[in-house]
């Protein structure tokens, strides 16, 4: 029944600053099935945003996508595409990165939106709630008017005015149709008195109502995938347990697919069909819930699991993982685990750079150590000032991190945010 709407193959994403190329996303493959909910999770500076905004065509220089492929399923764009770009097409697919900026830049709000932390940034302080919002609905208006003229989609984007996505100057284009449709929009996120908050301006909204009115103008122009990111870190607790209650409902009433980011493993639990864990720009263990919360091998997932607090034990206070996130410039990177520096089982076979291997468990399990197929040898373990500076943790180092996952919250996230009530509601 399932298929794939996103494969990402081979993705690399590099910055070239001043102190060297940052390897900001490393040869990232990606499967997203149509209807689910995938969440990365990972450290901060892990590369989650830069996948992000990767798929979404919104790397600026110096950044740029040095290799990969982003295969897109929409049978639409490939008639839209195969004459102009058939070396972009295969079957059902259409490789994105094969098509110009234009291109790509006709599918955000249509086939791409995103939604971001901070609501602010997507909204023009001068111009009304409603405005706003009904200027996107027209932006898709537009598109299924002239399905063919991908030039008929395409606005003037850069990253700066995507984040101001649906403010153009020429309002009197927006008709009365696109205006009510605004207006169910505010009312399909949960806004109360849609009528009279559309008139409103943003700095008239709550932090949270900002945050639902994002979510109505990225719905504006029906999404195959959603891409949040961050969405509720902004918010206080009960609020953030809103809107992902939201995005649920909506995801279950559209149907259409969300990745999700954060960095909390709380909101992951809660919300997420697959799960991919980020570590220093790749996917170091990928899978279902159950394999990554109950299976999981790697220990950099233990770590990430043994640092949501325990609260009988810890006083509910985080144990971060010990050691530092790896730098990401080229020149301090080596072609090894790149955990290695922080495992507490890092053997001489971690040297070599993993690959992904197939895990017990689901088919999607998938992880990128060597325990994956060896057990841990003390014999072979690399000396604890192997990699210089601090010692490694011993490999005892991550008592039983424990699989209730309820009570469960990110590492890098202190205080303690603990988005679900107690029982999250999957298994
Ligand atoms: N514009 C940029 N210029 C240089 N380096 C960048 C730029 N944007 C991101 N990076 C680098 O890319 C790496 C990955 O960043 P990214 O924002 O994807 O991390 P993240 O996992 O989203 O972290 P966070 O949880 O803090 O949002 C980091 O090392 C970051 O410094
Ligand atoms: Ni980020």
Redesign the pocket.
Known sequence: MTEDVLRVNDLS?R?F?TEGQ?N??SNLDLRIERGEIFGIV????????????SVMNLI?S??EITSGEIWYRNRDLVEDVEGDYPDAVDGEFVDLLALSDDVRRSLRGTSFSMIFQDPESSFNPTLTVGEQLAEAVEVQRRASANPRSTRARTREYSLGNYLLSTVLPSQRYVSEASHERAIELLELVGIPDPVERADEYPHEYSGGMLQRAMIAQALAGEPDLLIA??PTTALDVTIQAQILDLLDELQAETGMTILL?T?NLGVIARMCDQVGV?YA?EIVERGTLEDVFDGHVHPYTEGLLGSVPDLERAGGRLQPIPGNVP??LDHEMDDRCQFADRCPKAMEDCLEHPPEFDAPGSDHHEVRCVLTETEYDESRALPADYFGGKERPTADAYADPGTDIDESTGP?NPPRQPVDEPGGDRP
Do not use: N
């Open positions: 994403t910055f600053t940052v900001a996303v990972g450290e901060s500076g892990s590369g989650k945003s830069v996948t992000a905004r600026e110096p950044g990111d961050e980011i960095h980020m720009g730098s990401l890098g």
